[in-house]
């Protein structure tokens, strides 16, 4: 079992940067490829960026390319994602993902994630 917990949200102006983390527990954070995931209001959840195990490979939807860093820090068991100039349809609760035990690559489907946090709210003021 992993417990996820994000943290780092809050209200940011536009242009601005923030960055969110998320450390799990429960098991080894370097065994799963992790995931982020945003939902605003009224909107479906949908794909922010992934990282694979090693932290070798990344990806990120097109909304964020450019903007947006995923990392990991597998000592500290703890993913980050690093926002950067950040728009108000960035607004959203952003919650991280752990995928299957040992998969290697990146996953960009929810359901290929076996784990979820509960979610952190960022707000960018326009």
């Known amino acids: 079992q992993v417990q996820l917990v994000e943290s780092g949200g809050g209200l940011v102006q536009a242009g601005g940067s923030m960055r969110l983390s998320c450390a799990a527990s429960?098991?080894?954070?370097?065994?799963?490829?992790m995931g982020w995931f945003r939902q605003a209001p009224g909107k479906e959840r949908e794909f922010v960026a992934a990282?694979?195990?090693?932290?070798?490979?990344?990806y990120y939807s097109e909304s964020v390319k450019g903007r947006f860093t995923i990392s990991r820090d597998n000592a500290k068991n703890t993913v980050y994602l690093q926002m950067d100039s950040v728009k108000p349809e960035d607004t959203a609760a952003y919650y991280c993902?752990?995928?299957?035990?040992?998969?290697?690559?990146?996953?960009?489907?929810?359901?290929?994630?076996?784990?979820w946090g509960q979610g952190t709210q960022v707000t960018v003021s326009s």
């Open positions: 993902a752990a995928g299957p035990e040992g998969r290697a690559g990146v996953l960009r489907q929810q359901y290929e994630y076996n784990y």
């Open positions: 429960g098991r080894t954070n370097s065994r799963f490829p």
């Open positions: 990282i694979s195990r090693s932290a070798i490979t990344t």
